[in-house]
């Protein structure tokens, strides 16, 4: 009988790759969602459908051939594997590893283990502080603090605000002077970070709207926004913390079937960062839109590079530009 800590481990394995990102890692990312063409046999309607089922699991079926299963059927099914070999398979692409005979265990790298300060939600003064140094209001603010995205502290002997979220696996500071840190950088990403992990992404279940956005100011900005068009309810902001960094795998179930908007930074790294990540989401079923921000200026006459400089956009820039004035979509 196989012992509870082989459970254990197939179940942690299940959580780091859940089915629709192994089906993105195996190549058949366009047929992980509700309504697709079965990849197992010549299908001429969509047949075959992902789930999340009432077990909190991911499933599959095929109406049109039968098949049906898991992350593990579905690997004995595209691999031609055993269920035997299938597990190992499974276990191995999840990253997660046996220990000696007597417990198995899962290896979790130390790269992925957070090293965080003592933070806390910003009081009065330190809002307002950074609500001046980024243009914003005070509600977006407040919506972040709320949400488990915005943190206070010290960094390195010096006052920080910290972007970060309730998964523990990401976190990046910026000083609240606005100064760059000594090594001429205005963000560090905090040591042991999972610098690739969205920012947000544990709280997508929830929602039907995401603001998807690049870097911990754009961060603040499109919770800013939504407090501005009353929209907390059914919309939450998701950042990546680069624009060369590409949506871990894990991630992708989060955002299947959401309704996405991407703000696209005015610089080619941004433009190629919503192409690759509109690219990703598109193997979940997620419906994508961007607002490019070439082009506009702020209300000092100089360009507007991102979506933190839309809070300061020149009047008849804003006027000129509709989508403008509802930058949160309607699902």
């Known amino acids: ?70 992350e593990v059927t579905f690997l004995e099914l595209a691999r031609h594997l055993s269920t035997r070999d299938a597990i190992h398979e499974f276990e ?24 965080l300060p003592a933070l806390h939600v910003g009081g009065g003064a330190e809002l307002r502080t950074l609500a001046r140094l980024r243009c914003l209001g005070l509600d977006g603010l407040r919506l972040a603090s709320e949400r488990g995205l915005l943190r206070f502290g010290q960094w390195r002997d010096r006052p920080a605000w910290f972007v970060t979220d309730g998964s523990g696996l990401n976190a990046q500071a910026r000083r609240l002077d606005g100064h760059p840190w000594p090594q001429g950088c205005k963000a560090l990403t905090l040591p042991g970070a999972r610098a690739a992990w969205p920012l947000g992404a544990d709280r997508a279940a929830g929602s039907r709207v995401i603001l998807f956005c690049e870097g911990g100011p754009d961060l603040l900005a499109a919770n800013h926004f939504i407090a501005v068009e009353q929209r907390a309810d059914d919309a939450i902001v998701v950042a990546m913390l680069g624009a060369s960094l590409s949506i871990p795998p894990d991630a992708l179930p989060h955002f299947a079937d959401k309704r996405v908007r991407f703000f696209t930074h005015a610089d080619p790294a941004g433009r190629s960062g ?32 991102d979506l933190n400089d839309v809070t300061q956009l020149h009047p008849d820039d804003f006027e000129a530009h509709p989508a403008l004035q509802c930058l949160v979509p309607k699902h």
Not at 92 to 115: C, D, E, F, Q
Not at 279 to 285: A, D, I, K, N, W
């Open 92 to 115: 191995n692409l999840a990253r997660v590893a046996p220990g000696p005979a007597s417990s198995i265990s899962v290896t979790i790298p130390t790269s992925h283990r957070l090293v």
């Open 1 to 70: 009988m196989r012992s509870s800590n082989f459970h254990d481990l197939l179940a942690e394995a299940k959580r780091r790759l859940p089915l629709i990102a192994l089906m993105a890692l195996l190549g058949f990312g366009q047929c992980a969602k509700k309504s697709a063409r079965c990849p197992f046999h010549k299908d001429s309607r969509n047949s075959f459908s992902v789930y999340l089922g009432a077990d909190g699991l991911w499933h599959f079926k095929c109406f049109g051939c039968g098949i049906k299963g898991n």
């Open 274 to 305: 919503v192409t690759r990540w509109a690219r990703q989401l598109g193997q979940v079923g997620v419906q994508v839109d961007a607002i490019a921000l070439d082009g506009l200026r702020r209300a000092d006459g100089a360009p507007a590079k």
